[in-house]
């Protein structure tokens, strides 16, 4: 595939995005998922969780944690969202290492939440 160029399958005669697009999609979804549940934990808590995985941790007014599962979801190529917080937890970052595997902290083909 060229750089910059979208495939498409055809389906019963329609077409279908490619694999890659359709992750892009979910891994794009999921970052605003958390991105809001973040949000959401730090009008909680005050703060922005030290890991991504406090997510799933019980609350007093979250009983099933912010995400409302065990564990988290994973990106539309399988693999764990990465997270950095700030050390005072203002702020935070997150991405998906993206369809290479590679993590570059946000850079190369890295995911960034919105």
Request: hydrophobic share 40%; net charge negative.
């Amino acid at each position: 595939m060229e750089s910059g160029v979208a495939q498409t399958a055809s389906i019963g005669g329609e077409e279908a995005p490619a694999e890659s697009d359709v992750a892009s999609g979910t891994t794009r979804a999921t970052l605003a998922f958390l991105a809001t549940r973040l949000s959401v934990y730090k009008l909680d808590q005050g703060r922005f969780p030290a890991e991504l995985a406090d997510l799933c941790k019980p609350t007093p007014n979250y009983p099933r944690g912010f995400v409302d599962a065990e564990a988290l979801p994973l990106d539309g190529w399988e693999h764990a969202f990465e997270y950095a917080a700030a050390p005072d937890g203002a702020s935070y970052e997150l991405w998906s290492i993206g369809a290479d595997g590679v993590d570059a902290l946000g850079a190369g083909d890295d995911l960034l939440a919105p």
